[in-house]
């Protein structure tokens, strides 16, 4: 069976699927992470989410498959019959590699993380929040999207953070997208069967997709309200929005990362700004929305829009 190798997350990934939202790796260095098939004994009791079994964690995703993630390092796919493989890849890489993220002791923020003038602005929220949607805004322009949706912040000794790669997609819904400019009959449902999820995935130029990790400049929690502004976070505040938005929080437990996650937010929380964006919603306000976050990330971050 053919292997492939790519990168994410700043991860070499050698992978007995195809992964087309990934940046292929050249080489035949050993990786980081295996994903095979196999198969994936249910715990028992278990209900449909993650569960501890044996060392490991397992996702069950009921009419997709079961993915064991183990120590960081491996995922093993046990998938039902006849399901699609864009399905089986949705979970992969989001909720399965959520968990791996979180064994590994690694910072994954629900984030976007877009380049402006070679730096790295992560743009937090919850889901809904129009992040996929501000992040097409800023590739339409010439911004690189870093990552979509999961931004993992990697952090070095001297108290430096950097945004990792991630998928290389946006998952626009119809109406965004279509607000975009894009013809939704071009793109592929993120999940395919369901006409009624008219969520669609939009690849990324290959020109634009490099493995390489970008410094991070500042983060921006995305959130809904009344009338636009920008406000600075800090101490508390700054803390509670890291662990708010933490891509799958709630596996930080059965991973056993809480020290390490708790570390690694509060140094960030030490050395990156962190501001949040209150905004009415709507396509029709989204341009100057975007205008004025480049003016706000050009006067406080120093970069150029």
């Known amino acids: 069976m053919t292997a492939f190798d790519y990168w994410i997350f700043g991860l070499r990934v050698r992978s007995m699927m195809e992964l087309p939202e990934l940046i292929p790796a050249m080489g035949g260095a050993n990786p980081d992470v295996q994903i095979d098939f196999g198969s994936v004994e249910e715990p028992a009791g278990s209900k449909p989410g993650l569960s501890e079994a044996d060392g490991a964690l397992v996702l069950v995703v009921p009419g997709v498959a079961r993915y064991r ?143 390489d990790d970008c410094e991070l400049a500042g983060v921006y929690v995305l959130e809904t309200a009344d009338r636009f502004s920008i406000e600075q976070l800090s101490g508390l505040q700054a803390a509670e929005a890291l662990f708010s938005h933490t891509y799958r929080g709630r596996y930080i437990n059965d991973a056993r990362s809480q020290r390490q996650h708790w570390q690694s937010a509060m140094t960030l929380v030490q050395y990156i700004p962190i501001f949040r964006i209150d905004r009415p919603r709507g396509l029709e306000l989204l341009d100057e929305h975007g205008r004025l976050i480049l003016d706000h990330v050009a006067a406080a971050l120093g970069a150029d829009p």
């Open 69 to 211: 993630i183990q120590d960081g390092r491996s995922i093993t796919v046990d998938a039902d019959a006849d399901v699609p493989e864009r399905n089986l890849r949705l979970f992969l890489l989001g909720s399965a590699f959520g968990a791996l993220l979180h064994q590994r002791g690694l910072l994954p923020l629900h984030a976007n993380a877009i380049e402006i003038d070679g730096k790295a602005v992560a743009f937090m929220g919850a889901s809904g929040e129009g992040k996929s949607t501000l992040a097409a805004w800023f590739h339409d322009r010439g911004h690189r999207v870093i990552a979509d949706d999961v931004c993992v912040v990697r952090l070095t000794a001297e108290g430096k953070a950097y945004a990792a790669p991630g998928q290389q997609r946006l998952r626009l819904w119809k109406e965004a997208l279509e607000a975009s400019g894009r013809d939704s009959a071009s793109y592929d449902r993120s999940f395919a069967g369901r006409e009624d999820i008219e969520k669609f995935d939009v690849p990324l130029e290959s020109a634009r997709r490099r493995p």
